[in-house]
């Protein structure tokens, strides 16, 4: 977004004490990875986050801020799929790609002043106060590096109060990769101890400008395609999963078990295309498969058999009950591309219905973005992931079949 040409803001407040290094103990099942290894990987101490799409989600306010920019300047808005696949930091270059001609000045008094009148849309991401308080509990250091001007950061932060959980906020920062290097000296933070979590290529790019690690997440602005292509050390869906995996390592940023380990095992999951009483199948999009649109499901859970799990994970995301419940096929999904991490799935596809006469209120979870009830022909010509259009064309082959 655009930000305003002044200082990075500093809230005051010192550097904390450095804590003396303490001794941990590895849990049996670690032992021996420990005596393998020689030594155990630092525990991350220090936590630097990005603000939008990261702690909170403004990519409302600011696709709208954008489009009035385009508009003052004559120029076609910008769909929020166009809009995401193209905007990027430092947003200098954005802005020269499409409006070259205008100068900088323009267009950010543009920008603020229809920021400042729809800002109030902007909410906290799930799971983001949950991971703040974690890392305040442990004794975390926390930062923040921002694009974010000062202004709508004070607004922001008298609705959600997260700067009482930043131990020290740098704002109005154009290129993040100028200020790692001065944040990581002022503060004496050790490069291996310390993270930054971003949800675009730039913040991935400044952690490694900072030679510290980093950690994509899925809940703003960019794709987990673009966020791979800058190669973090993680990808998590969103900080949720992350505080499960700092966790149960210890504090240790563990990388992704490798692709070939024998410790990995398939994952089964249940998925269903549910059918209404017009014979419209249910889509949903998703940024675990890289915005594209699929199917509602998730994961078996231990002694649960399939047919209840996909029951209960069609609840908890689209908050349907279902009836008429059809096993179609079983696919594997193995090392795709499309999804955010690396993985294996068996996957048990479905066919179901919503009861007859009863209106299907979908109220979606956090885990999709959108959703859209089509024709079985209209799904087929979205932008669908692999998996989904396996099965959509295998029910368009049964229905054919059956005539």
Excluded at 31 to 48: C, E, F, K, S, T
Excluded at 203 to 230: C, F, M, P, W
Excluded at 257 to 273: N, Q
Aim: charged content about 25%.
């Amino acid at each position: 977004m655009l930000c305003s040409a002044v200082p990075a803001f500093l809230c005051g407040l010192a550097p904390r004490r450095k804590e003396p290094h303490a001794w941990r103990f590895l849990p049996p099942s670690q032992l021996d990875l420990a005596a393998v290894v020689g030594n155990v990987a630092p525990v991350i101490r220090n936590v630097i986050f990005d603000w939008s799409g990261t702690l909170v989600d403004d990519l409302p306010a600011v696709l709208d801020a954008t489009n009035h920019v385009l508009a003052q300047a004559g120029m076609p808005p910008m769909s929020r799929e166009q809009f995401r696949a193209e905007f990027k930091l430092p947003f200098t270059g954005f802005y020269e790609q499409h409006l070259p001609n205008i100068p900088m000045e323009q267009l950010e008094a543009w920008f603020h002043a229809r920021f400042r009148e729809v800002q109030g849309s902007v909410v906290e991401l799930p799971h983001a106060r949950r991971f703040l308080e974690f890392c305040r509990a442990r004794g975390v250091r926390t930062l923040l590096l921002s694009t974010m001007h000062p202004d709508h950061f004070a607004v922001q932060n008298r609705a959600n109060g997260f700067g009482n959980y930043l131990d020290h906020p740098y704002l109005g920062v154009w290129d993040k990769r100028k200020k790692i290097h001065e944040i990581l000296r002022d503060h004496d933070l050790k490069p291996d101890e310390t993270v930054f979590i971003g949800d675009m290529e730039h913040d991935i790019e400044t952690a490694k400008h900072g030679g510290i690690r980093s950690v994509g997440v899925l809940t703003g602005y960019n794709a987990s395609h673009q966020l791979h292509r800058a190669g973090p050390d993680r990808i998590v869906e969103h900080l949720g999963e992350l505080q499960d995996i700092l966790e149960a390592a210890g504090m240790e940023l563990v990388s992704a078990v490798p692709s070939g380990s024998e410790s990995r095992r398939p994952v089964v999951t249940v998925g269903a295309a549910i059918l209404d009483d017009a014979e419209r199948v249910l889509m949903v999009r998703t940024h675990k498969w890289s915005n594209r649109w699929g199917i509602p499901g998730g994961k078996v859970k231990f002694g649960e058999s399939s047919e209840s799990a996909l029951v209960r994970e069609l609840k908890e995301e689209t908050n349907l009950d279902v009836r008429d419940i059809e096993f179609v096929l079983v696919q594997d999904c193995i090392h795709s591309k499309e999804f955010y991490r690396d993985d294996h799935f068996v996957l048990l596809n479905y066919r179901c219905r919503v009861p007859a006469g009863v209106k299907a209120e979908v109220r979606l979870n956090e885990e999709a973005q959108d959703y859209r009830w089509v024709t079985l022909e209209t799904a087929l010509e979205m932008d669908l992931n692999q998996p989904t259009r396996v099965l959509l064309e295998a029910l368009r082959a049964n229905k054919t079949a059956d005539v």
